[in-house]
């Protein structure tokens, strides 16, 4: 099956630090990729729709200079969240759709990082 | 605009009960469904999904028709085991959409109880 990665899975920083997210799609194509915040015991949260080789679409609310995606592959997509500081603690989820064929409108989703800015 | 309705949870039911999550939902056109389910401290796992009215999705026991006439996508388990525990989100999809996200439903927590 299809499988998303994403690295790191746990990342804990100071404030004002930056931290990059990885998100791999590893045995597919993705043209398009999505970056989800969760906030415990909620449903995910849109933030922005990636595709590759092009600026990403943010949602309204979202700060594009904050949370920088870059989408510059069609395996590889990553966030950086930067000045990072305690309200961005969260798990960020990222999400991959397959570029093709039967499943294309299904998204595989990674594993998650879950970021704690001290 | 597209939404997705699911009953609202907790759900807590013991090891091998009947288990069903209501999802109903509000799309245009005829949308892909699907059930995602999220693991504790995990990303969301694809469960199941249906492309077309009447069509059933079914994967590790659990099942979803695709009801048009009802626009709804419930998802059965016949007998829930503990390791079942976990929140289940209902979602749609615009075929053949290109960019356009998934939506979501706000997620059902499901507890098994042995």
Known sequence: GAVVSQHPSRVICKSGTSVKIECRSLDFQATTMFWYRQFPKQSLMLMATSNEGSKATYEQGVEKDKFLINHASLTLSTLTVTSAHPEDSSFYICSARVAGGPAVDTQYFGPGTRLTVL | ?114
Request: with cysteine; charged share 20%.
């Open chain 2, 1 to 114: 605009g597209d939404s997705v309705t699911q009953m609202e949870g907790p759900v807590t039911l013991s090891e091998e009960a009947f288990l069903t999550i209501n999802c109903t939902y509000t799309a245009t056109g005829y949308p892909s469904l699907f059930w995602y389910v999220q693991y504790p401290g995990e990303g969301l796992q694809l469960l199941l999904k249906a492309t077309k009215a009447d069509d059933k999705g079914s994967n590790k026991g659990f099942e979803a028709t695709y009801r048009k006439e009802t626009t709804s996508f419930h998802l059965e388990k016949g007998s829930v085991q503990v390791s079942d525990s976990a929140v289940y989100f209902c979602a749609l999809t615009r075929r053949n959409s290109g960019n356009t996200p998934l939506v979501f439903g706000k997620g059902t927590r499901l507890s098994v109880i042995a």
